[in-house]
């Protein structure tokens, strides 16, 4: 669970600070929201890897691109579209590998 939340949310300031983003209107975003998104987002995605529901996943993503869409639609702005985009799959991509390596050490654990 640290993994997935605090770990994976520095490796993602690190990596995502490569690309410096202005969104507009940040003054009118909740303090560190996205940080929180996308910690609850991990969460989910590792939950959902866990229990073998693949299709919640997609469910989750396309839930998500629903929602940002008109945010996007409205900047019009391809930098922060393709910044959201490369987060998101990063931040899914993080989740999927560390619940395939949470599976893999309880089978080993259990001899299976």
Do not use: P
Not at 12 to 20: A, E, F, L, T
Not at 21 to 40: F, H, N, P, Q
């Amino acid at each position: 669970m640290v993994i997935v939340t605090y770990t994976a949310a520095v490796c993602m300031r690190v990596i995502m600070d490569y690309w410096k983003v202005k969104e507009d209107g940040v003054e009118e975003s909740l303090t560190r929201a996205g940080k929180y998104i996308g910690m609850i987002e991990r969460l989910l995605v590792f939950l959902f890897v866990v229990l073998n529901q693949w299709s919640a996943i997609g469910f989750l993503v396309a839930a998500k691109s629903i929602l940002r869409f008109s945010d996007l639609s409205k900047a019009k702005d391809r930098k922060l579209t393709e910044y959201i985009i490369i987060g998101t799959l990063l931040s899914i991509a993080i989740a999927i590998i560390t619940g395939l390596a949470y599976k893999h050490a309880l089978q080993f654990l259990n001899g299976s």
